[in-house]
């Protein structure tokens, strides 16, 4: 099945009171893990790389291949969306240019009113190849510079104003963070959330910093409108526990078990099972 654009699923997702999960990507393993758990629990599924992560696999023209390749190989049939996080101004039409279904315009480090208008730029040249685009105001936080922060929180009335400029989906922050949860994080501002959906109506809304949010505040996020919620962190650790205990009991010393396919099975297979679980917690099994 083709890459699609990540509007129906996002929609249906809302109508639904349920919330497709986004999946960061690193390389090969992770593509193939991610496909084959979203396609074992029948769940659409948004597939996503960071800029860096883009550079890392050799660009994001290969990234959209390896997708594409790996959704034949494997006959993948749920629907599937290709998105960039967290893009730049040039990195978005980068990845139009390469063939990505969806796009994430992070211009929440600009003034207000340029962020807008690259939004709406971007919202009319997404909205004429039929790509959806994500939009992103506030900031959240993460760690910066060795310092964590607590997480910020979007303004609603900002959040209203971007949300009309023709975008498929909107991030905001209402308390949520990027990375590992610090310890005395206060949690999700659930009165932040509530007021941003008054304003918007319908719009999926995006959580980003899925990794470590207990599953009550996920799942309180997503009855006030939360579609779309990203995890990264939580597949890389459990890719690492994984590859570790494989290490430490001595499998890559015995017989060919340093043969990357059997080193690296592991920790795919941990993150095939992670996107399992966020798939049961977000409720989007059996929605392809
Ligand atoms: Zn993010």
Redesign the pocket.
Known sequence: MALVSAKEMLEKAVAGHYAVPAINLNNLEWTKAVLKGAQEMNSPIIVQVSEGAGKYMAGFKNVADIVNNVIENQGITVPVALHL??GTYNGAYKCIEAGFSSIMFDGSSLPIEENLAKTAELAKVCAEKGLSLEAEVGA?GGEEDGVVGMGECADPDECKKIADLGITML?AGIGNI?GVYPEGWPGLQFDVLQAIKDKVGDMPLVL??GSGIPEDQIKEAISKGVAKI?VNTECQIAFAEATRAYIEAGKDKAGKGFDPRKLLAPGAQAITDMVKTKIEIFGSAGKA
Do not use: E, K, L, M
Request: charged residues 10%.
């Open positions: 996080d967290h959240i991030a990027h980003h910093g990203n």
